[in-house]
């Protein structure tokens, strides 16, 4: 995997993309698109987009796609599934969209082990909006609503969704400083909807520089301190990891 080569699944020749120079969002997409070509999935999938900035994708991949309401990507996903069983429904959300808004969504998708994949790109904040205070920011994270620093408790989103069954599922939170990491939680999460028929969801930790007012280096540094509360890696399996 080269870093500059493109996922075919990308419309990239008719669509320029619309992120913010230094966005993660990019490489989660480099990582997904790379899974989907390299799966032969183009022509049986379906992307759900929340409101945020994963939205600047909408027509970006040749892949059926649809932007849906904040916080309301996981229910019309679940319901695309639900007359296309033999698609692949990924829902890809915010942490705002799937921590907050549209967390009863997400937990219900979870406990009726729905059959599809969510990605939740947690950068700490309502990135879409101006950088306000998400319920992943960082304790004493300065935001557009937190100016003398957020909340003293985050959300362990990825670990309650785990905990919260005794059953097999596949949750993982990567980071988009390791593509190739995050590359392989992603394709594990796809291959567990498509073989187990079951729930999966990959965290992904990623950048936001222009609400984070950070320059490249701060910005790493800044990915660094939140692995530090949001540790990397997949957290179950099976039951019991047998
Ligand atoms: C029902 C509803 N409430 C609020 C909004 C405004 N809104 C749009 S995007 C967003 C937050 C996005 O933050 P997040 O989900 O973390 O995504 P990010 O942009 O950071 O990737 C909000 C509050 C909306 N569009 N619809
Ligand atoms: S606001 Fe943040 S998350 Fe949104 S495109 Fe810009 S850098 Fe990316
Ligand atoms: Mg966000």
Redesign the pocket.
């Given at each position: 995997m080269s870093d500059l080569t493109v996922p075919k699944c990308w419309k990239l020749s008719s669509k320029p993309h619309n992120f913010c120079p230094g966005c993660g969002?990019p490489i989660m997409y480099k990582a997904l698109g790379e899974n989907i070509d390299e799966m032969k999935l183009q022509n049986k999938t379906f992307i759900g987009l929340?409101?945020?900035?994963?939205l600047l994708s909408w027509d970006f991949f040749n892949v059926d796609t649809m932007q849906t309401?904040?916080?309301?990507t996981i229910p019309v996903v679940v319901g695309f599934k639900k007359v296309q069983p033999d698609s692949v429904g990924i829902a890809i959300?915010?942490?705002?969209?799937?921590y907050?808004?549209g967390a009863q969504h997400l937990i219900n998708a979870r406990m009726r082990n729905e059959p599809m994949t969510v990605i939740v790109?947690?950068?700490a904040?309502?990135?879409?909006?101006g950088g306000?205070e998400?319920p992943?920011s960082l304790p004493g994270q300065i935001t557009s609503t937190s100016v003398t620093g957020a909340d003293q408790h985050i959300i362990q989103g990825s670990r309650m969704l785990t905990e919260m069954l005794d059953d097999e599922v596949y949750i993982a939170r990567g980071s988009v400083d390791n593509l190739i990491q995050l590359k392989t939680f992603i394709k594990r999460a796809l291959e567990w909807q498509i073989n187990k028929k079951g729930f999966s969801l990959v965290e992904v930790l990623?950048f936001?520089p222009t609400?984070w007012h950070t320059d490249a280096k701060q910005t790493r540094a800044f990915l660094n301190t939140m692995k530090q509360r949001y540790p990397v890696g997949e957290f179950k399996l099976k039951k019991n990891k047998e």
């Open positions: 969002y929340d409101i945020g900035c994963a309401h904040h916080g309301r959300v915010g942490d705002g969209g799937g907050a808004i790109v947690n950068n904040v309502y990135g879409m909006t306000q998400a992943t990623s936001c609400n």
